[in-house]
C-alpha cells in the first residue's frame, strides 16, 4: 500500500526531530518561532504520475530558521543546510531516504533563498530547501 499524503509528512517530521537534535520542527506554519526550527512550507504532489503501484511524486518546501539576535546565528543556519554536517537537516533526511520504508526515495533538489524573516515582531536568518520524494 503507497503511503498517504499524512503518512508522508508524518515520516519527515520524526526524521528531522531524530537527526537535528534542539532544532524545533513544526508541520504547519506557526504563529510563533522558537528557533532554531524547520518549518514545513510547502508539500505539493503529483497524484496522476505514477511510478509504480501508487506511488507518486512529492515536492516537499522546508524553511529553515535561526536566530538573528545570535551572533553565531547565522553561522549556524549555513551549519544547518551544510550536507557535510552530520546532523543537518538534509542528512536528517537523506540519511534515510525511504522514511523508514514509508517512500522509494528522497533527496534535496535545491538549497538557498537565504533572507531574513520576520515572524509576529522577532527577526530571523532563513534559508529554503527543496526536497524531492518518490512515494
Same mark, same amino acid.
Given at each position: ?19 537535528? @537534535? =534542539? &532544532? ?13 526550527? &524547520? ?13 509504480? @503501484?501508487?506511488? /507518486? ?9 535561526? *536566530? ?8 549556524? +543556519?549555513?551549519? +544547518?543546510?551544510?550536507?557535510?554536517? *552530520? /546532523? ?8 534515510? @531516504?525511504?522514511?523508514?520504508?514509508? &517512500? *522509494?526515495?528522497? /533527496?534535496? *533538489?535545491?538549497?538557498?533563498?537565504? /533572507?531574513?524573516?520576520? &515572524? =509576529?515582531?522577532? =527577526?530571523?536568518?532563513?534559508?529554503t530547501g527543496q526536497f524531492e520524494v518518490i512515494g
Amino acid at each position: 500500500m503507497a503511503a498517504t499524503n499524512a503518512d508522508v509528512l508524518d515520516g519527515i517530521e520524526t526524521a528531522l526531530s531524530a537527526g537535528c @537534535p =534542539g &532544532v524545533n520542527v513544526y508541520r504547519v506554519p506557526p504563529q510563533e518561532v522558537v528557533a532554531p526550527a &524547520v518549518l514545513l512550507t510547502g508539500f505539493t504532489f503529483e497524484p496522476h504520475l505514477i511510478f509504480g @503501484p501508487g506511488a /507518486r511524486r512529492f515536492n516537499i518546501e522546508l524553511t529553515v530558521v535561526v *536566530s538573528s539576535r545570535s551572533v553565531n546565528g547565522f553561522n549556524d +543556519l549555513l551549519d +544547518l543546510m551544510d550536507p557535510s554536517n *552530520s /546532523r543537518s537537516v538534509q542528512a536528517a533526511l537523506e540519511n534515510d @531516504p525511504t522514511l523508514d520504508g514509508l &517512500v *522509494s526515495d528522497l /533527496r534535496m *533538489s535545491t538549497t538557498g533563498d537565504l /533572507r531574513e524573516l520576520t &515572524v =509576529g515582531e522577532t =527577526g530571523y536568518w532563513a534559508m529554503t530547501g527543496q526536497f524531492e520524494v518518490i512515494g
